[in-house]
């Protein structure tokens, strides 16, 4: 199967550590990529790879890969990290987006 | 620093033919996958098709048969096309490029630069 599943919504109380899941059959093949969006505006890379972060991204954001699973994990969530999260693979020449979570930090 | 930069138009009316272009500015046109995505209103992601410089393009199956993304190298543009289009079309349309590395022969690929979005409706 090419999808990949998130969990819809996902609440973090502020300062605290999230972790936001993604799985898939995709994944034993191909590290997911993780990407902030933020309603009316382009979505943004944080994670990519096997656990690295473009440049700009705080390090409070990392990335893990364990079979079928991809994880992305926010430690000390801040006010400014509410979005949605999605993360992304490849199937073969296609790619995949999983649905989206919904981050609120309280 | 890469920069993409989208346009075209958008409002259109049901079985007429989207076109978007997006332009890169700042960064090699070379060497990178140049990918369309969409987000339907209060909707997810959907990857569309993607082009590479030499013009191998993937697209998603479901749409296959009414995509065509081409590209222009010496003006560093993509496009995408999109015929007979439907209300279920209607959505924010973004480019963005696709990058490739590997980790001790494991290939990863991410999407590191995006345009800004652009609206497309569809209605009659």
């Known amino acids: 199967s090419s999808e990949l599943t998130q969990d819809p919504a996902v609440s973090v109380a502020l300062g605290q550590t999230v972790r936001i899941t993604c799985q898939g059959d995709s994944l034993r093949s191909y590290y997911a990529s993780w990407y902030q969006q933020k309603p009316g505006q382009a979505p943004v890379l944080v994670i990519y790879g096997k656990n690295y972060r473009p440049s700009g991204i705080p390090d409070r954001f990392s990335g893990s890969n364990s079979g079928n699973t991809a994880s992305l994990t926010i430690t000390g969530a801040q006010a400014g990290d509410e979005a949605d999260y999605y993360c992304?693979?490849?199937?073969?020449?296609?790619?995949?987006f999983g649905g989206g979570t919904k981050l609120t930090v309280l | 620093q890469v920069q993409l930069q989208q346009w075209g138009a958008g409002l259109l009316k049901p079985s007429e033919t989207l076109s978007l272009t997006c332009a890169v500015y700042?960064?090699?046109?070379?060497?990178?996958?140049w990918s369309w995505v969409r987000q339907p209103p209060g909707k997810g992601l959907e990857w569309i098709g993607e082009i590479n410089h030499r013009g191998v393009t993937n697209y998603i199956p479901s749409l296959k048969s009414r995509v065509t993304i081409s590209l222009d190298t010496s003006k560093n543009q993509f496009s995408l096309s999109l015929s007979s289009v439907t209300a279920a079309d209607t959505a924010v349309y973004f480019c963005a490029r696709r990058n490739s590395g590997s980790y001790w022969g494991d290939s990863y690929y991410y999407m590191d630069a995006w345009g800004r979005g652009t609206t497309v409706t569809v209605s009659s």
């Open positions: 992304k693979s490849r199937d073969g020449s296609r790619v995949v």
């Open positions: 700042g960064g090699s046109f070379s060497g990178y996958y």
